[in-house]
């Protein structure tokens, strides 16, 4: 069973510039998440989708958006791009539904962005 | 902020238990505590989770106090490739994954 892959794994990009990154989650799974981390921050939540559906964002600002297609495949955006965005953004999948179980997360290799 | 707290490290002999202490004062009834590893390079890996009873699967143990405000992750023979930063954190049952916040985690280096 293939896990979470995302794609690109490494880019570079430069300030002002914007950034779209993809994830795709585990055959079946419907629930994704997505995750900012870094070495001072740590790991910090961004959004989580469930059925094409933003359930919760994380507290950043509104340059970060994403989106959940019909087949569970999710992307996230970020615009105007600061330095302070070189990160790992880790995408997540899991079998967890909305107040019916607590699916673990299943998560992704990551994308290593950095930002100059 | 992250509601756990764990050490910032720790050392293990190769082939010892490791045991993984974290406090999780604020834990409400309704919330599993959660613990997750990575490796360098890699994204975060589930090991196990629970409520309130102790959990056992084939990669550690889980020993949760009986007041369920900390508990322990228990890797009985540590491997070298067990060198990982480990995180605890606690989640409630089926509620959004926004409130799922990875602490700073324990750097765990298992030595020959």
């Known amino acids: 069973k293939a896990g979470v892959t995302q794609t690109p794994r490494y880019l570079i990009k430069t300030r002002g510039q914007q950034v779209t990154l993809s994830c795709s989650p585990i055959s079946g799974h419907r629930s994704v998440s997505w995750y900012q981390q870094t070495p001072g921050q740590g790991l910090q939540f961004l959004f989580e989708y469930f059925s094409e559906t933003q359930r919760n964002k994380g507290n950043f600002p509104g340059r970060f958006s994403g989106r959940q297609f019909s087949n569970s495949r999710s992307e996230m955006n970020v615009s105007t791009l600061e330095l302070g965005d070189s990160a790992l953004y880790l995408c997540?999948?899991?079998?967890?539904?909305?107040?019916?179980?607590?699916?673990?997360?299943?998560f992704g290799e990551g994308s290593r962005l950095t930002v100059l | 902020d992250a509601k756990t707290t764990q050490p910032t490290s720790m050392d293990c002999a190769e082939g010892r238990a490791a045991n993984l202490p974290c406090n999780h004062s604020t834990i409400s009834g309704n919330e599993y505590v959660y613990w997750y590893r990575q490796i360098h390079s890699q994204g975060p890996q589930y090991i196990i989770h629970?409520?309130?009873n102790n959990e056992t699967n084939e990669m550690a143990s889980l020993i949760i106090t009986e007041d369920r405000k900390s508990s322990t992750l228990i890797l009985p023979h540590a491997t070298l490739r067990d060198t990982a930063v480990y995180y605890c954190?606690?989640?409630?049952?089926?509620?959004?994954?926004?409130?799922?916040?990875f602490g700073k985690g324990t750097k765990l280096s298992v030595k020959p």
């Open positions: 954190f606690q989640m409630n049952y089926g509620g959004s994954q926004g409130n799922l916040i």
């Open positions: 997540a999948s899991s079998l967890r539904l909305p107040g019916l179980n607590t699916g673990e997360l299943f």
């Open positions: 629970g409520l309130k």
